[in-house]
């Protein structure tokens, strides 16, 4: 099995890109099932979510073809409307076809997503949604199997008794094509889900309010195949920009947009890190250090749960105290027992976190990464960590991030990947 290695102590300098937004490019490619034919993307990354999201539009009857970071997408209808478990069971947001399937063909079949590292993660947000709107759905041998006795969903007033990304997207996706106005009240109001809007539009859809709370959509008849280039991803940037503070190294992110990650800004000033930044970069300066600050995820525009691990990294680092709350998933801490082993001072009481910063006291160890941003939390603490940090199941982090140890390298990092 792959892992890392990485040598800390090398302070970064210089430039690096970021990548398209995974969680941006998911549920545009999903909503690629909203309408047959050609669609085109650009700035698509080039990471295990999204090879896990092409296998299941195989199944599902479209065809892709990629060059470099741009991917075209050839919708025709599914010989059967399912997400199998072999391919949901890769990745949660499979359950994100539901939507678009339903919508379009009235049928759908998805296998139910389970729980994960991070939490339990149900999915009635996506479903209850679903039945205000006309459907009919039962769960039946692990599997949600929804079915339209109408022509079309009919569109509804819709309030999401808690913020869900997901639960957003795959609505706002079928009442595209829903007959009738349908009200999101409690929207997510995430990037990504202004992104997936901007999509939907191209595509012919009647869309407002995306990025606030409460979002209308007015169905339509029909989509047509459009043309997109994904944002960039807001937590491959943040995760870059705290590399460059944990290093106390001088680091500029380019191709990022910085208010999608106002809230991180502005917690590493409050920390005492000195950042300046542009119309589409970010720069934290050389031999900036930061003390101990609370943090509290909630959702965008707060402080995002996918920054958590990272910033708790950085916390390690920095003088004082800080408390960590996470506040949108109940089990998003397995990082804490990884970043122990390497020698962090962090008590730990349900879903708060108490880190106290030793700057330059980690030692290298053997670690296990848990999920994606754990492992990315664990990548920055090797960068810092005496001696050398081996992180195993790096399959995590591929999921998505886009040659993170690349571009670390780049920076200057002593970082390889070894089988
Ligand atoms: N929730 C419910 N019922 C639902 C859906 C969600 O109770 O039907 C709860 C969840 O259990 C959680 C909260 O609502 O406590 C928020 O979950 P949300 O639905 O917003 O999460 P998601 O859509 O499943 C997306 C991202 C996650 C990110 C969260 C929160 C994608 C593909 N995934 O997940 O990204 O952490 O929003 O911002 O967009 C990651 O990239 O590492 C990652 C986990």
Redesign the pocket.
């Known amino acids: 099995m792959e892992y890392i290695v990485v040598k800390g102590g090398t302070k970064l300098y210089g430039e690096v890109n970021t990548s398209g937004a995974?969680?941006a490019a998911?549920p545009i490619l999903f909503a690629a099932l909203l309408a047959e034919g050609e669609h085109h993307f650009h700035n698509v990354p080039l990471l295990r979510d999204i090879t896990s999201t092409e296998r299941l539009l195989h199944h599902l009857n479209c065809q892709t073809t990629r060059e470099g970071t741009n991917l075209c997408i050839r919708t025709s209808p599914p010989k059967d409307y399912t997400a199998p478990y072999e391919l949901v069971s890769q990745m949660?947001?499979s359950i994100l076809c539901l939507g678009p399937l339903l919508a379009k063909y009235g049928e759908a079949r998805v296998s139910l997503p389970g729980g994960c590292a991070?939490?339990?993660?149900?999915?009635?947000?996506?479903i209850e949604p679903l039945k205000l709107m006309g459907a009919e759905i039962a769960i039946e041998k692990g599997y949600v199997i929804a079915h339209l006795p109408a022509k079309r969903l009919s569109g509804a007033h819709i309030l999401f008794e808690?913020?869900?990304?997901?639960?957003t997207e795959n609505i706002m996706m079928a009442a595209s094509l829903a007959e009738g106005t349908t009200v999101l009240e409690n929207a997510?109001r995430?990037p990504?889900i202004v992104d997936l809007a901007a999509y939907l539009k191209k595509m012919g859809a009647h869309i407002e309010g995306e990025g606030s709370n409460v979002i209308t959509i007015e169905g339509v008849e029909s989509l047509k195949p459009a043309e997109h280039t994904i944002v960039p991803d807001r937590?491959e940037a943040g995760t870059l920009l705290i590399a460059g503070a944990i290093t106390g190294g001088q680091v500029r992110v380019e191709n990022c947009v910085p208010a999608d990650i106002q809230a991180l800004i502005d917690k590493l000033q409050e920390s005492g890190f000195t950042i300046t930044s542009g119309e589409n970069w970010v720069e934290i300066a050389a031999g900036s250090a930061g003390h101990g600050v609370d943090i509290h995820t909630i959702?965008h525009p707060g402080f995002?749960?996918?920054l958590q691990a990272q910033f708790m990294a950085l916390m390690t680092q920095c003088e004082g105290a800080s408390v960590i709350t996470e506040s949108?998933?109940?089990n998003r801490f397995m990082h804490v027992q990884e970043l122990m082993r390497l020698g962090a001072d962090i008590s730990l009481n349900a879903r708060v976190a108490v880190v106290r910063g030793h700057p330059g006291k980690l030692e290298g160890a053997e670690v296990m990464a848990t999920?994606?941003?754990a492992s990315a939390s664990l990548v920055l603490a090797g960068l810092v960590a005496n001696g050398d940090t081996k992180i195993n199941r790096v399959y995590h982090l591929d999921r998505?991030y886009e040659k993170l140890e690349e571009k670390l390298a780049g920076l200057g990092a002593i970082i390889e990947r070894r089988k």
Not at 118 to 126: E, K, Q, T, V, Y
Request: overall charge negative.
């Open positions: 995974k969680n998911l949660r947001a991070i939490g339990s993660r149900p999915i009635n947000l996506h808690n913020t869900t990304v997901g639960g997510a995430e990504e937590i959702p995002p749960t996918d949108i998933f109940e999920d994606l941003r998505g």
